[in-house]
C-alpha cells in the first residue's frame, strides 16, 4: 500500500476587501487578491482554490504556478470561470517534480472530494 500525505502550503492567500483602491493590478481590484504575486514566477506545484465556507472548490497543477493562478482568473475556458467571485482563498504549495505534482492533484481532488474537480475524481 502506498502512503500519501497531504503537503502543507506553502503559501496562502485571502481575499480582501479592495473597493476604491486603484493602485492594484485589475485582477486584483476584480477578485479581491491583492498578494496574488507573491507566487513565486518560475517555480511550479499544485494550487488549491477554497470558498468563504473552507471547503475546496478546485485543484490543480502547474509548471509556472503565478501564470496558472492569473489564468484561471481571467481565461474563458477556466474551469471555474462560473465560480471566480466564490473564490476566496487560494492555497499553493511548491512541487518541482511532475509526476509528484501528478500524485498530488489526483490525491487531494479524491481526499477531499473537490467540487470541480471532474476529470479526476473517482468518489462520484
Avoid: W
Avoid at 31 to 45: E, L, P, V, W
Avoid at 86 to 108: L, N, Q, S
Wanted: net charge neutral.
Amino acid at each position: 500500500m502506498i502512503k500519501i500525505e497531504l503537503p502543507q502550503p506553502d503559501l496562502t492567500i485571502v481575499k480582501k476587501n479592495t473597493e476604491g483602491d486603484r493602485s492594484e493590478a485589475a485582477i486584483a481590484r476584480e477578485y479581491g487578491f491583492i498578494d496574488y504575486h507573491k507566487i513565486a514566477r518560475d517555480k511550479g506545484g499544485i494550487y488549491m482554490y477554497y470558498d468563504a465556507q473552507d471547503e475546496l472548490m478546485f485543484v490543480g497543477k502547474a509548471r509556472k504556478l503565478r501564470m496558472r493562478v492569473r489564468k484561471s482568473f481571467e481565461d474563458a475556458a477556466s474551469p471555474i470561470k462560473l465560480h471566480r467571485d466564490d473564490v476566496y482563498k487560494i492555497e499553493v504549495c511548491y512541487v518541482e517534480d511532475p509526476m509528484e505534482r501528478e500524485i498530488y492533484e489526483t490525491y487531494i481532488i479524491n481526499t477531499l472530494k473537490s467540487k470541480y474537480n471532474i476529470d479526476k475524481a473517482f468518489f462520484r
